[in-house]
């Protein structure tokens, strides 16, 4: 029997990458996605990068630029919704590229289906996360272990999910992470006191993004990147 197209995705796992060309690879792949119907899912880590989202207040940001600059850290005022957030190594970034019209759904059923990836994954890893209303993403007793913001535009996704698995959550003191007052930061490696291989947990991931979009999925681009990024104190 034949697959259905609206129904494959590849899934490309892209290493280390700096934020501007993943932005742009994203950029790209939606009007791909819009033209000829192919659908992603990117997964990579960044170095210490802080995204404003459209609704991001500068305010939210506690370190002056030049500053973060010291710690090796970029800033990048984006389209996606949501506020404030931080990316570095040892946490997994998800962008899926797809087009909602192939499950008839919107954006609140999206965010709310990457909510449940996330949770999936994390469960196979003994880790018994949920939502909290009004506050989109994946917590951990009351402390966030994922983020969540997206765009979506003409019905076709970009942005998407930061997955905790053993970042240095220091970097999120220099914020108020997405606009919330006093909210915790948590990962994988705290909560289990000892941190999975980003391989396994990407693995992990991959698995539930199939089952709860129903995908079939197919490998694209895997990068192994070199070790290309280092603390600004250690350089």
Not at 155 to 165: D, E, K, Q, R
Request: proline share 7%; net charge negative.
């Amino acid at each position: 029997m034949q697959s259905n197209p609206a129904r494959r995705c590849t899934v490309s796992r892209l290493g280390l990458m700096e934020y501007q060309p993943a932005w742009d690879m994203q950029r790209h792949l939606v009007e791909a996605c819009r033209e000829f119907g192919e659908q992603h899912l990117l997964l990579l880590e960044h170095p210490p990068t802080y995204t404003l989202g459209a609704r991001g207040r500068q305010e939210h940001l506690l370190l002056g630029e030049p500053a973060l600059a010291q710690l090796g850290a970029t800033v990048h005022r984006i389209d996606r919704g949501g506020d404030i957030t931080f990316h570095g190594p040892g946490q997994l970034v998800g962008y899926p590229i797809l087009d909602l019209s192939n499950w008839g759904q919107g954006p609140l059923w999206y965010v709310r289906s990457l909510e449940a990836v996330l949770i999936d994954a994390l469960a196979s890893f003994g880790i018994d996360a949920t939502r909290t209303p009004g506050r989109p993403g994946v917590w951990v007793d009351g402390a966030k272990i994922a983020s969540i913001g997206v765009r979506v535009s003409r019905g076709v996704t970009s942005h998407g999910f930061a997955l905790n698995v053993d970042p240095d959550l220091t970097f999120f003191s220099h914020i108020v992470p997405c606009g919330l007052p006093g909210v915790s930061m948590t990962s994988l490696a705290q909560q289990r006191g000892t941190s999975p291989t980003m391989d396994s947990v990407t693995d992990a991931v991959v698995d539930a993004f199939a089952r709860v979009f129903e995908l079939e999925l197919q490998d694209g681009e895997r990068i192994v990147s070199p070790a290309a990024w280092t603390p600004a104190a250690a350089r």
